[in-house]
């Protein structure tokens, strides 16, 4: 499967923004799928995990009550609705995906086999 993260761009502090994360090609099979960042100097960090079934979720304890993970099906995408920015969240954002049973969802990055190519989020105070 191939992933396409978009959505990135400058806000303010206290701005929110929509990231978005198409797949394409073996779509016909199960994924789970993962928000993750990596600010300059630092290591890539989980942010947000969806299930395929969407009944699974979970959050990095800095995001939660912000940050809100869904998925479309029918549409192939995944989002992650970011509200209540920080500059702290500055960060590049990737997608990832996993084939997995319906109700799973993986944390760790060297879980995820398949990774789009990040966009750019970057939070100004």
């Known amino acids: 499967v191939q992933l396409q993260a978009s959505g990135g761009g400058l806000v303010q502090v206290g701005g929110s923004l929509r990231l978005s994360c198409a797949a394409s090609g073996r779509t016909d099979r199960t994924y789970a799928t993962g928000w993750f960042r990596q600010a300059p100097g630092k290591e890539r960090e989980f942010v947000a995990g969806?299930?395929?079934?969407?009944?699974?979720?979970y959050y990095a304890d800095s995001v939660k009550g912000r940050f809100t993970v869904s998925r479309d099906n029918a549409k192939n995408t995944v989002y992650l609705q970011m509200n209540s920015l920080k500059p702290e969240d500055t960060a590049v954002y990737y997608c990832?995906?996993?084939?997995?049973?319906?109700?799973?969802?993986?944390?760790?990055?060297?879980?995820?086999?398949?990774w789009g190519q990040g966009t750019q989020v970057t939070v100004s105070s």
């Open positions: 969806i299930s395929m079934s969407g009944g699974s979720i």
């Open positions: 990832a995906a996993e084939q997995a049973i319906t109700s799973l969802v993986f944390t760790t990055v060297r879980t995820y086999d398949y």
